[in-house]
């Protein structure tokens, strides 16, 4: 057999152990050895073949660490990672980078929309953001992009629907066939016909008959799904001069005059008002003497104002504190007196905007006075005495500033 040298491969002839061989066995050994130098390429082949496809999966599986974590009505984990893969295709994530890892929290909020909060690792760099959509399909496909980006920023512009490796034609189109006319599925086609010899050379190569890429955002920005844009808290004053009618409060429906400035804090309104109400005769009953009433009050108001387009509309509520007074006629003796006014009351404000700053706004009150003091002239009878609970209505004059 000879010495073996160092690097060199040592041949074994089975004639040396097992001596002549008959020529039947012989022919079959020779073929034996035909058919195994014959499969040798093919099987060394398959061998780097499939360490290909490890070395694929590989980076398929290592490229990104999810955990992800979602109601059963959500897209799943698999879905997800799914979507990443088809981002980044096969080859993309074959740069000896770290796997980044990745944090995905989807919840739905009060308002019946979703939220997600994601946190991704890559090497020593830690990043969080929060995104809200409608749905939660929105949100899984916005993480995908996001992971997808931080990976390889050029991974936007793939995931887009490929050609079909039978046929060589895109999604809902048949090989051979005018992409513009609608075409039955069941219908046959030439197969000479508009063929793509590109495309049956390499099906997984991208075709003309490929959709182009959907917009995308540019390479490191942030991957949101399309919001609403929030309204910024509104904070303004306001100036209003209001004519009044109060039903009850005194003898006969009475008008006056009302004035109020306060403040806007988004849909909030905090005011502080004054009311006056001009004198009004009273008589003692079956007499021409009596005493003429009149009432002024400020209060505190609280509204919450609803808005859609140029109207606003919300409940309101308050306190007016005041003085009541009552100077006498008609007696031999002249008087006067006076008496506290406290009166909490419900109420609702609607306005309609003239512009950004001027706007008419109508308030209904319903006061209820909390002592109802009894103006009398002695010896003679009572003059006037509020109701327990009284209708007011104002409509005037707003200006918004700044």
């Not at 899984?140 to 034609?169: H, V």
């Amino acid at each position: 057999m000879g010495a073996k040298e160092p690097g060199a491969t040592v041949a074994l002839d089975p004639r040396d152990v097992m001596g002549p061989l008959d020529p039947r066995r012989r022919d079959f050994l020779a073929a034996t050895k035909a058919i195994l130098l014959l499969a040798a390429p093919a099987a060394l082949a398959f061998v780097a073949a499939a360490g290909d496809a490890r070395a694929d999966i590989a980076v398929s599986a290592g490229g990104v660490e999810l955990d992800w974590s979602a109601p059963g009505e959500c897209a799943d984990r698999g879905r997800v990672l799914a979507e990443i893969e088809q981002r980044l295709g096969r080859s993309s994530a074959a740069n000896g980078e770290p796997p980044l890892k990745a944090r995905a929290v989807v919840s739905r909020n009060e308002r019946g929309s979703w939220d997600l909060r994601l946190t991704t690792t890559l090497g020593e760099a830690t990043r969080s953001r929060e995104l809200h959509g409608e749905t939660c399909a929105e949100l899984a496909d916005a993480a995908a992009l996001i992971i997808a980006l931080a990976i390889d920023p050029d991974a936007s512009s793939r995931g887009t629907p490929r050609a079909d490796p039978d046929t060589g034609a895109g999604p809902g189109e048949l090989a051979g066939a005018d992409p513009g006319a609608g075409a039955d599925p069941g219908a046959g086609a030439d197969p000479g016909a508009g063929a793509h010899p590109e495309v049956d050379a390499a099906p997984d190569a991208p075709t003309a008959a490929e959709a182009p890429p959907a917009a995308s955002p540019p390479p490191g920005a942030s991957a949101a799904p399309a919001q609403r844009p929030s309204r910024p808290l509104e904070l303004r004053g306001t100036l209003r001069a209001s004519g009044v009618l109060d039903t009850a409060s005194l003898p006969a429906v009475a008008p006056g005059a009302g004035i109020a400035a306060g403040v806007l804090i988004g849909a909030v309104r905090v005011e502080l008002s004054g009311t006056y109400f001009g004198a009004q005769q009273a008589f003692v009953e079956r007499t021409t003497m009596g005493g003429d009433v009149q009432l002024t009050t400020g209060g505190l108001r609280l509204c919450y104002a609803m808005r859609y387009r140029a109207f606003e509309l919300g409940p309101c509520a308050g306190i007016e504190v005041g003085v009541m007074s009552a100077a006498s006629f008609g007696a031999a003796s002249p008087g006067s007196n006076r008496a506290l006014w406290v009166a909490p009351y419900p109420g609702a404000l609607a306005s309609f905007a003239l512009s950004d700053q001027i706007r008419v706004p109508l308030t209904i009150d319903v006061p209820f006075p909390v002592t109802r003091d009894r103006f009398v002239l002695v010896g003679i009878g009572a003059v006037h005495r509020s109701a327990a609970a009284t209708l007011r209505a104002s409509l005037g004059v707003e200006v918004r500033f700044p």
